[in-house]
C-alpha cells in the first residue's frame, strides 16, 4: 500500500514537472460561479502563415500556431486564432494590424457542433503596451459570422484583451494577448 502511495506521488510530481516545462508561456486558469463560467488561458502563438479570410471583406488573417478541437482533428473549426474551451463554448480570436490599427475578429461557437452564436453582447477591454486602458464594443458581422471592432493604437508591443460575452445572460469571458 505504501509503494503504491509512494508511486502515485512521484508519478504526480514528474507530470507536473513536465506540464510546468511544456507550457513555455501559456497559463490556465478555470473557475465558476453560480452566474458565470470563466476561462482564462493567455496564450502567445506566432505568425505561421497568411490566409485569405474573405476575398469581399478586405480582410486577411494570420494563420496562428493554435490547437483545433474538432473531433476528426482536420481543423474545420478553427479559423486560425487562439482558441479558448470555456465550457460548452469555443471563443477564437484572431487580432491582424493593419495600417488603421489592428482588426479584432472574434468567434463564439456553441456546442460540438459548434454553432454561430450571433446574439451575444461582447466587449473587449484592451491593456495597451503603454499600460493604458481601452474598452471597445464589438459588432456581429452576419456574412462573416463574427464579431468585428478596429483597435486605433498602432504602437508596437503587446496587447492584452480580455473578451467579455454576455449569452442571454450568461458571462463567457476569455483573455487573449497578441502583438503588433
Known amino acids: 500500500m505504501k509503494l503504491l502511495k509512494i508511486s502515485f506521488v512521484v508519478v504526480g510530481s514528474v507530470g507536473l514537472i513536465f506540464l510546468g516545462a511544456c507550457s513555455g508561456s501559456n497559463q490556465a486558469a478555470n473557475s465558476e460561479n453560480k452566474s458565470a463560467s470563466t476561462t482564462q488561458i493567455t496564450s502567445k502563438t506566432e505568425n505561421t502563415a497568411k490566409n485569405n479570410h474573405s476575398e469581399n471583406d478586405g480582410h486577411?488573417?494570420?494563420?496562428?500556431?493554435?490547437?483545433?478541437?474538432?473531433?476528426?482533428?482536420?481543423?474545420?473549426?478553427?479559423?486560425?486564432?487562439?482558441?479558448?474551451?470555456?465550457?460548452?463554448?469555443?471563443?477564437?480570436?484572431?487580432?491582424?494590424?493593419?495600417?488603421?490599427?489592428?482588426?479584432?475578429?472574434?468567434?463564439?461557437?456553441?456546442?460540438?457542433?459548434?454553432?454561430?452564436?450571433?446574439?451575444?453582447?461582447?466587449?473587449?477591454?484592451?491593456?495597451?503596451?503603454?499600460?493604458?486602458?481601452?474598452?471597445?464594443?464589438?459588432?456581429?458581422?452576419?456574412?462573416?459570422?463574427?464579431?468585428?471592432?478596429?483597435v486605433s493604437q498602432k504602437t508596437a508591443g503587446e496587447y492584452k484583451a480580455a473578451i467579455l460575452s454576455d449569452i442571454n445572460g450568461e458571462k463567457v469571458n476569455g483573455r487573449f494577448t497578441f502583438k503588433r
Open 60 to 150: 486577411s488573417h494570420n494563420q496562428n500556431n493554435a490547437q483545433s478541437h474538432s473531433e476528426d482533428g482536420k481543423g474545420e473549426h478553427s479559423h486560425g486564432g487562439q482558441i479558448i474551451e470555456s465550457g460548452q463554448y469555443h471563443l477564437e480570436l484572431i487580432a491582424e494590424p493593419k495600417d488603421d490599427g489592428n482588426h479584432l475578429d472574434f468567434y463564439i461557437k456553441k456546442g460540438d457542433k459548434h454553432d454561430t452564436v450571433s446574439n451575444a453582447k461582447v466587449t473587449a477591454q484592451i491593456q495597451l503596451p503603454d499600460g493604458s486602458q481601452k474598452s471597445l464594443s464589438l459588432t456581429y458581422e452576419a456574412k462573416e459570422q463574427h464579431y468585428h471592432a478596429v
